[in-house]
């Protein structure tokens, strides 16, 4: 399973934004977002309909141009990505961009053209262990399936970065619980274990995963950062075991606290990190009184907490 321990550095990010601001006609829709993701992460976007999570991941892959702020993809501007850089990317839009007229394996087969390092194999096993009927022209592909064939076409090429927009959103409990297995939960991703290619060289990619997701369950199981949007701003962007240690949602009713000191807040609660928290403890005397309590809080049991804290 790809988790947090294959990070690899956090000085090397696959992905930065700064300051990035963009409008669809002067309706700001992205508002200062700023990122940083560390390769190896797997990170699990997270936010209410609407609050710019599909706009965010096509202004971070070059398909929307940000009205202010820069996204760099591998140190390089987003904007100004080569083949080698594209090369080096898996994106799969919310509504799959197909061939209608093609089959499964015909995808699979020309779209392997483009990329030096196409794993036609891999790509072949995994369509087949995802079930996809091989010989069907998408235009006869169900929703899901298509969603599937996305996927896989976005993978196969061995990308160090994936970036991934609701892409289970049309599957079934059961597909789905293979298809992120699939994808996450092995010894090593998939594509790493075709039993042909046990002498790869390359034994031990890891690539940079951004997934946009609303099945809350599922990402928590295969995250080791979340980033949490709202109205257009990253909320919160941290490691998830982090979250889950130092994080408390409180009731306004028991602890007052200054806006300034929360990660967010609603009308009865408040988001804090405990660790900043302590970090203010010098400069907020009325802290200092309830400090044992707020550590004392429950932990929150699930990222559904957050998305109901932040979004009530
Ligand atoms: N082409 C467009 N023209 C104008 N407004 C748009 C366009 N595409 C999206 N929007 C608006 O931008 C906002 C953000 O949309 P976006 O699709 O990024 O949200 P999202 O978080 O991905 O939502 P969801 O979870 O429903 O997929 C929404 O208010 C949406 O109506």
Redesign the pocket.
């Known amino acids: 399973m790809q988790t947090k321990t294959s990070v690899q550095s956090k000085n090397k990010y696959a992905v930065t934004c700064d300051h990035l601001h963009f409008s ?2 002067f ?1 700001p ?1 992205l508002q200062d977002v700023n990122l940083a993701i560390p390769q190896g992460a797997v990170v699990g976007l997270i ?1 209410a ?7 965010l991941l096509r202004c971070l892959v070059g398909l929307h141009i940000p009205q202010q702020g820069q996204v760099h993809l591998f140190d390089t501007p987003a904007l100004e990505m080569n083949d080698s850089v594209r090369e080096r990317l898996g994106f799969v839009a ?1 509504s799959a961009d197909l061939f209608p007229w093609l089959t499964v394996e015909k995808h699979i087969k020309m779209i392997g053209q483009a990329y030096p390092k196409w794993r036609e194999r891999r790509a072949l096993e995994l369509a087949l262990r995802l079930r996809l009927p091989m010989g069907r022209e998408v235009s006869q592909l169900s929703g899901g399936d298509q969603q599937k064939l996305a996927v896989v076409l976005a993978l196969a090429h061995q990308p160090d970065l994936i970036i991934l927009d ?1 892409p289970v959103s049309s599957l079934d409990p059961i597909t789905r619980r293979d298809f992120m297995r699939s994808l996450f939960q092995d010894e090593r991703p998939f594509f790493t274990e075709s039993v042909d290619e046990k002498n790869d060289s390359n034994t031990d990619y890891a690539p940079t995963i951004l997934i ?1 997701s ?1 099945l809350l369950s599922d990402l928590e199981r295969v995250v080791s950062h979340v980033a949490f949007m709202r109205d257009g701003r990253i909320q919160l962007f941290e490691e998830w075991d982090a979250v889950l240690e130092f994080v408390r949602i409180l009731p306004k009713s028991q602890f007052n606290l200054p806006t300034a000191l929360c990660i967010a807040d609603n009308k009865e609660q408040m988001i804090v990190d405990i660790r900043s928290l302590k970090n203010n403890l010098a400069k907020n005397t009325s802290l200092v009184r309830h400090i044992e309590d707020i550590i004392a809080a429950p932990c929150i049991n699930g990222l559904d907490d957050i998305f109901i804290a932040l979004n009530s």
């Open positions: 669809y006609n309706k829709i936010g309909n609407g609050c710019g999570k599909s706009t919310q609701e946009s609303h």
